[in-house]
């Protein structure tokens, strides 16, 4: 052993979902037909228009870390469809946008932890992270 690697490091395994992911590249490369959903990346180029407005943020400034849940713009847009499609009224501060599932979860989970949740409050919790099973 490489005296310079403690002795732990050789506990550690891989992740769920990076062996999920080899897994689906692998199959790929022996020819199956795979629709590899496991990184939470797509199998497809980005869309022009996708590319486009990501260039326009950058040009805006707009590329560094969000508010945690979410910038303002974006939960008034979902407010707003929420309204339009669903005929659902939230105030925008009722609406928490994440970008992954961990930061998400923990977000929405711990005021719960510090008392009962308000009332006529929902919170659902989907199992897609790799933090453990499912």
């Not at 713009?73 to 669903?86: H, N, T």
Request: aromatic letters at 6%.
């Amino acid at each position: 052993m490489n005296r310079f690697i403690p002795a732990c490091v050789s506990n550690i395994c891989v992740s769920p979902s990076t062996a999920a992911t080899q897994r689906a590249r692998d199959l790929k490369a022996a020819g199956r037909d795979i629709v590899d959903m496991t990184a939470g990346e797509p199998d497809f180029d980005t869309p022009e228009n996708v590319r486009a407005d990501g260039k326009a943020a950058i040009d805006r400034n707009e590329a560094h870390y969000t508010p945690v849940n979410g910038t303002p713009r974006l939960r008034e847009a979902i407010r707003d469809d929420f309204k339009r499609r669903l005929g659902l009224d939230y105030a925008s501060d009722e609406i928490c946008v994440g970008g992954g599932p961990s930061r998400s979860c923990f977000s929405r989970s711990w005021p719960m932890s510090t008392g009962p949740p308000r009332a006529g409050s929902i919170s659902m919790f989907i199992p897609i992270s790799s933090l453990g099973p499912a």
